[in-house]
């Protein structure tokens, strides 16, 4: 049974930083593209973040490019989200996502089949 366990998230000044986690059980991070998408109050999810399987490929929304980094830890079968310099526009429920493909579709995909519950990022003074 795939499932993905998201921890990392919290309440963080302008400027500062957190590393979300994203913990997988049921199949094997090394071998699947891992997303990372975030949806704020009242707007639609927007992709952040992909890792391809094999190659490490990665791809970064424009909005965070420069400021978050998307890593894996086969050992630990996680996936991580490194985020910097964060921006109140920053806020919002951040989720990892798989659907068992290799590969990452582009920088915009949010249509997977699997998710975790969520952690919340809130960037503010």
């Known amino acids: 049974q795939v499932q993905l366990v998201e921890s990392g998230g919290g309440l963080v000044q302008p400027g500062g930083s957190l590393r979300l986690s994203c913990a997988a059980s049921g199949f094997t991070v090394r071998y699947s593209a891992i997303g990372w998408v975030r949806q704020a109050p009242g707007k639609e999810r927007e992709a952040v973040s992909c890792i391809s399987s094999s190659t490490d490929s990665t791809y970064y929304a424009d909005s965070v490019k420069g400021r978050f980094t998307i890593s894996r830890d086969n050992a630990k079968n996680t996936v991580y989200l490194q985020l910097n310099s964060l921006k109140p526009e920053d806020t919002a429920v951040y989720y990892c996502?798989?659907?068992?493909?290799?590969?990452?579709?582009?920088?915009?995909?949010?249509?997977?089949?699997?998710w975790g519950q969520g952690t919340q990022v809130t960037v503010s003074s």
């Open positions: 996502a798989t659907d068992g493909s290799a590969w990452c579709y582009s920088a915009a995909y949010v249509s997977y089949d699997y």
